[in-house]
């Protein structure tokens, strides 16, 4: 091999790309489909904007921040408030975030330990960053599937538990993309049985009838993930997390010191500012819900699942038709029938306003005469 082979662009990409782990460039990246020109429910965000007034009073206070500083003491702020918001007791902590992914990844690198087998373990289908994080950092993940309703299989993860001995348990509260909640009592019984910590995700709370604060204060290996970006603020990036404030204060030891911009700090708190107006937001989501509910009953070949998120995962006769016909419609809602058997011909609807709503119906109901009209071979 000549002097100038070894100097070439593609034989330095190679060496380059060599040290990157090979886990890590066999992996999928997490997929943000393109949604311009589309209407845009697939991915659980509040179609609500601030009202033009506060826009731009949050325009001349987010003006007013001072940029050329490191984020420092309005983070603290954002994190008091949050806790003032989440009614904390003083003896817990709270931990921000950006987003709940990030929040997930650090308590992956908290247990972790090089040289031994370590357990996450979650009910699938669910939310997939658990299983993404464990395997970013080499931990075993263990997915236990639900029963055909969605509903925690207590005998498959008790004994999963048992025999795995997991550092971590993930319970979302509501699951994603399933959108209902377990039941209590069964949580507890591993909450009990759990050797480890049991992380409940909360990123739905603001649409659900309850929450796990009061699991919280009985067992002190509880913590609880909430994020703002179902509050109305997905743009933000602002995921928090709360519990013993012994344990929050060891994790937070792997958070990046400004993992979250004063702008951002700003904003989560001008929302808390004015809090009620997201919270008339998620009443308005949650009767919509309501009424997409009764209408999504009268579609032929439709089965909806019981919500408590601003989420409702359907069945349908054929999932990829469907979202393509919809899609082809104006309309783009996920597809999640190929993440799990359990989800063989679901879709995950999100809630949006009326208008959206109604065009997302208009748009299901002529892909499903569509596919009257054409069966599939």
């Known amino acids: 091999m000549t002097a100038e082979t070894d100097a070439s662009p593609d034989h330095a990409l190679k060496r380059a790309l060599g040290v990157l782990r090979a ?3 066999a992996m999928q990246a997490y997929q943000v489909h393109p949604s311009s020109g589309l209407i845009k429910l697939d991915a659980m965000e509040n179609p609500f904007r601030l009202p033009a007034e506060l826009q731009r009073a949050l325009g001349e206070r987010l003006g007013a921040v001072a940029i050329n500083r490191y984020p420092g003491e309005r983070t603290q702020d954002l994190a008091q408030a949050l806790a003032a918001h989440a009614g904390l007791d003083a003896d817990k902590g709270l931990m921000l975030g950006n987003g709940s992914d990030e929040l997930i990844s650090l308590l992956a690198m908290a247990v972790c330990r090089p040289g031994e087998r370590v357990a ?33 299989d207590e005998a498959a993860m008790l004994a999963a538990i048992a025999e795995h001995q997991p550092a971590i348990v993930f319970l979302a509260y509501p699951n994603n993309p399933t959108a209902n909640l377990w039941d209590a009592a069964v949580i507890e ?42 509050f109305g603020l997905a743009g933000v990036r602002i995921g928090y997390m709360m519990g013993d404030a012994a344990l929050i204060g060891h994790i937070d030891k792997l958070r990046p010191p400004y993992n979250v911009s004063v702008l951002n700090a700003e904003a989560g708190l001008f929302a808390l500012e004015h809090a009620e107006v997201y919270e008339r937001q998620a009443v308005v989501l949650r009767d919509e819900r309501a009424a997409l509910q009764a209408a999504l009953a009268r579609l032929p070949g439709v089965h909806a699942y019981p919500s408590e998120g601003n989420m409702i995962l359907v069945r349908v006769p ?10 082809a419609r104006g309309v783009l809602v996920k597809n999640v029938s190929g993440m799990h058997p359990l989800l063989a011909r679901c879709l995950r609807l999100t809630v949006g306003s009326a208008e959206e709503n109604a065009a997302m119906l208009g748009a299901l109901e002529a892909s499903l005469a569509a596919l009257a009209a054409v069966p599939s071979a």
């Open 23 to 25: 886990d890590v460039r």
């Open 120 to 152: 996450v373990l979650a009910p699938v289908p669910g939310f997939v960053m658990y299983a993404l994080s464990a395997k970013y950092q080499h931990l075993d993940f263990v997915g236990v599937p639900l029963t055909a309703d969605f509903e925690l």
């Open 189 to 230: 019984r591993i909450v009990q049985a759990a050797p480890g910590l049991v992380v409940m995700d909360e990123a739905y709370q603001p649409f659900a009838a309850r929450d796990a604060m009061a699991l919280m204060a009985r067992y002190p290996q509880v913590l609880i993930m909430r994020t703002m970006s179902k």
């Open 318 to 327: 054929d999932a990829d038709r469907l979202h393509a016909g919809m899609k």
